[in-house]
């Protein structure tokens, strides 16, 4: 299976591509897609829109996870946020992907083993898995530990359902 992580952000998108077949994951690519702070809002909304689904058009993933959008103190950030957030979901969506959502906590535990881990710790614990992801940046690797939390999830709900359907 080919896992799309994305993490949502209007001026940085980073997302991070990887398989997952039965405990093994293998690092395919990442990247960061960038918008410029003066353009036009509209306009930087079709730049990641176009960028993202280029990315998916490429890398041709089978599931995507995005971040689950937290509340900032000031309003208008949280807005913007979660317009570029609706094009993480959309995109994949549009493809008929089946999209799950993290919350940053639940990344975090999954990833690095603490809901509270640092950036750094992020970083580390992501090229420690994922051999080949040495050039990740921060946002690629917050969305290849996006990949990763959906692959542990999916893989433990899959053996959850074989579990009670081997029981009956």
């Known amino acids: 299976m080919r896992i799309i992580g994305i993490d949502p952000g209007l001026q940085r998108m980073g997302w991070g591509v990887l ?97 509270h881990a640092s950036k750094e710790q992020i970083l580390m614990m992501v090229k420690m898995l994922l051999p080949g992801a040495g050039n990740a940046g921060p946002d690629a690797a917050d969305a290849l530990a996006m990949a990763i939390c959906h692959a542990h999830h999916v893989g433990t709900n899959a053996r959850i359902q074989a579990a009670i359907g081997g029981r009956r």
Do not use: H
Not at 64 to 85: D, H, I, M
Not at 97 to 111: A, F, I, R
């Open 19 to 115: 398989d997952s077949q039965d405990n093994r994951l293998s690092f395919v690519a990442e990247g960061t897609l960038t918008t410029k702070p003066k353009t036009p809002l509209c306009d930087r909304l079709v730049e990641l829109y176009d960028g993202l689904s280029e990315v998916m058009d490429i890398w041709t993933p089978d599931q995507a996870s995005v971040e689950e959008t937290f509340v900032n103190k000031n309003p208008k950030s949280t807005l913007k946020l979660g317009q570029a957030r609706a094009i993480a979901l959309l995109v994949p969506a549009q493809r008929g992907l089946d999209v799950g959502e993290y919350s940053p906590n639940l990344v975090k535990k999954t990833v690095v083993g603490a809901g």
